[in-house]
């Protein structure tokens, strides 16, 4: 059954910036979907209303303990006109495992997805049209109940909003450089590192911003108990080719499951390329890179799409990755995953939803 969703509109739209560039981040469209939880009640009073501040508690669970978690997936103005979603089923279902690792409710995926198909419908003339832009749709839930005892929030709000975003490096597809961590995890095994919880991403700060302050793009991180497996690069999951095998780390408890990386891999074998999900040291790495094995490694996300590397750090010691361009696999998994989408038609898999106008 539709919901009811009450609309606010606002009484002073923003302009709409002709160009957001490289912007990730930057313009917030004019509304935003909002919903309350609280243990009697359930979810109640959706609603979308003006884009604006938050009013919290000061003890509020997600300030003082963390409980606060993410997903984010972008809609495009597809070739025939129509925006679409891309795949936002496989958003919704990790936003649910998310909850459920930080003992947060699970949300009503059909009334979600209907909510966001209202609110990028209300909010469609912020769609940008130039190659490599996209709406970015972020949803967010936080534990709102204020109170000082360590346990999970009995109340709850969950939102959405929306963010015209561009090309995500600077350089769009430029290789990037990349240190192998030694110091510092991103997540621990047995942690919360398959959930998109807020939390990880500060854990990962100090180690980027010191290889950032050596000149780095990102940190390749290895894993929490051994420091030699490869689990993901920057807030990417990452992938690599071996002579004729492509590798990517299995998934587990401290690896996001990305959608791009899950896109790539249906991708891939649909090539008929051979695919292993399989563990990979960062010495056997460093290795095929210097022998010329390993020519090509890439990271995978929304955000960037395929953002490939081409400079690795480790233990002192910087090696190129192929000639330091892009190569061939990466680029044409770029070029497949961007035209899958923008597209016209909606595509194989029931992977895109139409935003109907
Ligand atoms: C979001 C995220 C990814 C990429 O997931 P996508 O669904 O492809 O956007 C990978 N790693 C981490 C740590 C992330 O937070």
Redesign the pocket.
């Known amino acids: 059954m539709p919901l009811n969703i009450p609309v606010t509109r606002t009484t002073s739209p923003k302009p709409i910036p002709a160009d957001v560039g490289t912007s990730f981040g930057g313009y917030f469209t004019d509304h935003m979907f909002l919903m309350d939880y609280d243990v009697d009640r359930g979810w109640h009073d959706h609603r979308i209303v003006p884009f604006g501040n938050l009013s919290l508690h000061p003890s509020a669970a997600a300030i003082q303990y963390g409980q606060s978690i993410f997903d984010g997936y972008k809609a495009y103005r597809c070739q025939d006109d129509i925006i679409r979603l891309f795949r936002p089923h496989a958003h919704l279902d990790r936003i649910n495992g998310s909850a459920a690792r930080l003992c947060m409710p699970a949300i009503d995926q059909a009334d979600v997805l209907e909510a966001m198909v209202r609110l990028v419908d209300l909010d469609r003339d912020w769609v940008p049209r130039q190659p490599g832009t996209a709406l970015y749709v972020r949803e967010t839930m936080i534990g709102t109940e204020g109170f000082m005892a360590v346990r999970p929030s009995r109340r709850y709000t969950f939102m959405i909003f929306l963010s015209p975003v561009g090309s995500y490096y600077a350089e769009g597809s430029d290789p990037v450089r990349i240190l192998a961590s030694e110091a510092h995890v991103r997540a621990a095994r047995g942690g919360i590192g398959s959930a998109?919880a807020a939390a990880?991403y500060c854990a990962s700060l100090l180690a980027s911003e010191q290889a950032k302050a050596e000149g780095h793009t990102q940190v390749l991180w290895l894993d929490s108990v051994e420091r030699r497996y490869l689990e993901?690069v920057g807030?990417?999951?990452v992938m690599l080719r071996v002579d004729d095998e492509i590798v990517t780390p299995p998934l587990s408890d401290s690896i996001?499951p990305?959608?791009?990386?899950d896109t790539a891999l249906a991708l891939l074998r649909g090539w008929g390329e051979r695919v292993s999900e399989r563990q990979i040291a960062i010495e056997d790495v460093m290795a095929g890179i210097r022998s010329g094995a390993i020519a090509e490694l890439w990271g995978?996300?929304?955000a960037a799409v395929v953002s490939p590397i081409g400079y690795l750090t480790y233990r002192g010691e910087t090696v190129t990755v192929g000639d330091g361009k892009t190569g061939p696999t990466t680029s044409r998994l770029y070029d497949e995953i961007t035209r899958l989408h923008t597209q016209a038609g909606d595509g194989p898999h029931g992977w895109r939803v139409a935003v109907p106008s």
Do not use: F, Y
């Not at 990305?258 to 990386?261: E, H, I, L, N, S």
């Open positions: 998109k990880n993901e807030t990417m999951n996001l990305g959608v791009t990386r995978l996300g929304t």
